[in-house]
């Protein structure tokens, strides 16, 4: 069974940072593209940031130059660290690991931008 986990939300005050986590298990990450994904309130789904099993990242512009995706396959997990955070930055985080036809999510994690 496949599950990924996402961890590390919270609540941060605007220009703070914050790294948040997607654990794997069932699969292995490097053999996936793997993307995160956030979720305002009101809002669509919105793609943030992807690794490709290559190494190769692609980020979404509103993050470009504040976040970065890296992964580590020792421990099968990749991360999202997110700097200079702002309030729009506010929404759910979702992992997610791709590689057709599979397509697996996590349960997402609660990132809360706020002074």
């Known amino acids: 069974q496949v599950q990924l986990v996402e961890s590390g939300g919270g609540l941060v005050q605007p220009g703070g940072s914050l790294r948040v986590t997607c654990t794997s298990s069932?699969?292995?990450?490097?053999?996936?593209?793997v993307n995160w994904y956030r979720q305002a309130p009101g809002s669509q789904r919105e793609l943030v940031a992807t690794?490709?099993?290559?190494?190769?990242?692609n980020y979404d512009n509103s993050v470009k130059g504040r976040f970065t995706i890296s992964r580590d396959n020792a421990e099968n997990a990749v991360y999202l660290q997110m700097n200079k955070l702002q309030p729009q930055d506010t929404a759910v985080y979702y992992c997610?690991?791709?590689?057709?036809?599979?397509?697996?999510w996590g349960q997402g994690t609660q990132v809360t931008v706020s002074s």
């Open positions: 069932g699969i292995f990450v490097s053999d996936y593209v």
């Open positions: 997610n690991a791709r590689w057709y036809p599979k397509n697996y």
């Open positions: 690794i490709n099993p290559n190494g190769n990242t």
